[in-house]
T-cell receptor, first 111, second 114 residues
Framework: DAGITQSPRHKVTETGTPVTLRCHQT?????MYWYRQDPGHGLRLIHY???????DKGEVSDGYSVSRSKTEDFLLTLESATSSQTSVYFC??????????FGSGTRLTVV | QKEVEQDPGPLSVPEGAIVSLNCTYS??????FMWYRQYSRKGPELLMY????GNKEDGRFTAQVDKSSKYISLFIRDSQPSDSATYLC??????????????FGKGTKLSVIP
């Protein structure tokens, strides 16, 4: 997707281990978001950022933390991964118009 | 009651049909209304967005917003097999960082049969 990349694309990890997902944008946009997508629940907001070092919680933030030390990077950390955090994680940026651009997603499996 | 309700389908139509997709919402603060299309194992992509009430047309796609009824619609004319995807409605406010976050419907899975 133009201007936004997520890494890794796939990851399998063990219960109890910390995991960090990265979102990188080249658009210099202020607002960045982390969502998770699960069957039956749709897309749910985990955390968002409105500037460097400015972040806030979303609907499903328990067990997750974020950091944004540079405009272009927004990191999502699962502090101690659990099976309930098996999901597809999407990063998004809000452009000058209201629409979001989403990354291609990270498929995370916690075993 | 969820803030945004969307019939999950699945919806199956023949090629060339007119498709109607709908969402209802409860939060009066929503001002931006969007439709996203998501192909299997891909990220959502923005199809259309509307600010406040009214209609917007883009090719075969028409988005309608009725704020008085808290109801939004997406119409697809002359549907094609390539339109087969999950369609997500999404909404946000317009008054600062906290209100800009999008609230999504759960998505409607559409199949267009050749």
């Amino acid at each position: 997707d133009a201007g936004i990349t997520q890494s890794p694309r796939h990851k399998v990890t063990e219960t109890g281990t910390p995991v960090t997902l990265r979102c990188h944008q080249t658009e210099n946009h202020r607002y960045m978001y982390w969502y998770r997508q699960d069957p039956g629940h749709g897309l749910r907001l985990i955390h968002y950022s409105y500037g460097v070092k400015d972040t806030d919680k979303g609907e499903v933030s328990d067990g997750y933390s974020v950091s944004r030390s540079k405009t272009e990077d927004f990191l999502l950390t699962l502090e101690s991964a659990t099976s309930s955090q098996t999901s597809v994680y999407f990063c998004a940026i809000r452009g000058r118009a209201a629409g979001y651009t989403f990354g291609s997603g990270t498929r995370l499996t916690v075993v | 009651q969820k803030e945004v309700e969307q019939d999950p389908g699945p919806l199956s139509v023949p090629e060339g049909a007119i498709v109607s997709l709908n969402c209802t919402y409860s939060n009066s603060a929503f001002q931006y209304f969007m439709w996203y299309r998501q192909y299997s194992r891909k990220g959502p992509e923005l199809l259309m967005y509307t600010y406040s009430s009214g209609n917007k047309e883009d090719g075969r796609f028409t988005a309608q917003v009725d704020k008085s009824s808290k109801y939004i619609s997406l119409f697809i004319r002359d549907s094609q097999p390539s339109d087969s995807a999950t369609y997500l409605c999404a909404m946000s406010g317009d008054s600062g960082a906290g209100s800009y976050q999008l609230t999504f419907g759960k998505g409607t899975k559409l199949s267009v049969i050749p």
